[in-house]
């Protein structure tokens, strides 16, 4: 690669979902290419205003106009806010003489998308999602630079996987699985039950195991449960460890027998890239992405599908023991789920934005 410097900007905001894999490729692509010069556009209210500065990188940000689910005023308002939030991206854009602009997806991305259109700024977006959000299918009718985790997402991306922390990509759970035990206070002698809903925490994963807890104790089995910071805090004690957001996911999966968890596609390409077997419990809303996301891995035989509201103290008391008790079952469904991870996506996709930019340095902006 050239040592010559370009500026990437990365359109993500919102959720975690958009702004980890944004941060991800940021690092591969300052370990690609030192002298990258990275900025995240994101949204006014989301998440980036803590992620991406924690992780380092500039952020700089677009009023988030998110579309209205059911036809009100505030549709009369939603294109009028678009130019406004386009005139301010294309204004960063210049100031920052960007080459590439790379999308995840989220509100914030679309006005950014707009204005690298009309700037003949290229654009490569990448959906996670089995079913593409409104920004990307906008931006897919205007670049070529299309790239999808499952495939048929959006018509003619082509196949790339998320990219990932360095920590998750190159985990071994086995031989960091002692470190990992000693982290959280956790014995050595019982099998782990991790259980996540994401960033926020899911408060329908939190009641099952507050009411399963005690079963699951008696049975031998540990949990490490993020219960999400918006959420109250229950009550630690032997064998339960509760956090309201666990910094070290790596350490968490080295920790783990098994997990249960929403389906977000980042959660779904971690587990399957480390290869922990998990049970997945969809977000009930939405356009039903998060169930599709898990599909691959549970038909592969790398997880297992609980629908949310199956998901009850005296379901988990009942299907968890028996499965995590089951070393050659949980064996099997890591290998199936270890199938379908690809630890090198980072570095991959890093490459094809290097190479992006660095045809279009010098060019008209």
């Not at 993020?226 to 910094?247: C, D, F, H, R, T």
């Not at 509201?309 to 995590?324: D, F, K, R, Y």
């Amino acid at each position: 690669m050239s040592a010559r410097q370009f500026c990437v900007v990365l359109a993500a905001g919102g959720t975690a979902g958009h702004i980890e894999p944004a941060l991800n490729l940021a690092d591969e692509l300052v370990a690609l290419e030192p002298n990258t010069r990275i900025c995240v556009i994101g949204g006014d209210r989301g998440l980036e205003s803590v992620l991406v500065p924690a992780r380092g990188y500039q952020l700089q940000t677009v009023p988030s106009v998110p579309m209205p689910r059911r036809p009100t005023l505030d549709l009369l308002l939603v294109w009028p806010r678009q130019r406004a939030a386009k005139k301010l991206a294309k204004a960063q854009l210049r100031a920052l003489q960007t080459d590439v602009v790379v999308g995840f997806g989220g509100y914030a991305a679309l006005p950014t998308y707009l204005a690298a259109r009309e700037l003949r700024i290229p654009v490569v977006i990448h959906e996670a999602n089995a079913r593409a959000g409104l920004a990307n299918r906008v931006a897919a009718r205007f670049t070529p630079l299309v790239y999808v985790l499952v495939p048929g997402s959006i018509a003619g991306g082509k196949l790339m996987g998320l990219p990932l922390r360095p920590a998750i990509a190159r985990l071994d759970r086995s031989a960091l699985r002692p470190a990992a035990l000693a982290h959280f206070g956790l014995p050595g002698d019982r099998p782990v039950l991790l259980v996540f809903g994401g960033s926020q925490g899911a408060q329908r994963l939190n009641a099952a195991v507050a009411g399963a807890l005690p079963g699951l104790l008696a049975d031998g089995i540990s949990v490490l449960h993020a219960y999400g910071s918006k959420n109250a805090a229950p009550e630690g004690k032997p064998g339960y460890v509760p956090l309201a957001y666990i910094e070290r996911m790596d350490l968490a999966y080295a920790a783990a027998d098994l997990a249960i968890t929403r389906a977000g596609a980042m959660t779904c390409a971690e587990l399957s890239a480390v290869g922990l077997p998990a049970i997945y419990v969809p977000l009930p809303v939405g356009n039903g992405e998060q169930r599709l996301n898990a599909l691959p891995i549970v038909e592969a035989g790398g997880g297992q599908y609980v629908a949310d509201a199956a998901c009850t103290p005296q379901w988990l008391g009942e299907s968890v023991p028996p499965l995590i008790h089951d070393h050659v079952k949980l064996a099997a469904m890591g290998a199936a789920a270890a199938g379908l991870g690809d630890r090198d996506a980072g570095h991959q996709f890093a490459e094809v934005v290097a190479r992006v930019a660095m045809t279009h340095q010098g060019g008209v902006r």
